[in-house]
């Protein structure tokens, strides 16, 4: 799935796992929140205990040039452990 779909209510991984899908990978574009990465563990974590499977989540990392910082933060989860 992308960046966004993850925060989404309806998010892909969800009928992705229905169909059988084991691994979902998240190459996402989030910019940097103060306690963002616990709202993503959360989501991530949350995914995985209600799907199963394995999901590999990477942000991008940098500064876009102007205002916007990107942590490059990574988990992998499985089964609702990170």
């Not at 989404?8 to 306690?35: K, Y």
């Not at 799907?51 to 500064?63: F, K, M, P």
Request: hydrophobic fraction near 30%.
């Amino acid at each position: 799935e992308t960046c966004e779909e993850l925060w989404a209510p309806r998010s892909p991984h969800t009928s992705m796992a229905l169909g059988g899908v084991l691994i979902v990978g998240n190459g996402s574009g989030s910019h940097h929140e103060l306690r963002k990465l616990n709202a993503r563990l959360e989501l991530v974590v949350s995914a995985t205990k209600k799907c199963g499977g394995v999901y590999l989540y990477s942000n991008q990392r940098g500064c876009d040039g102007g205002r916007l910082y990107f942590d490059g933060s990574s988990l992998i989860v499985c089964n609702g452990r990170v």
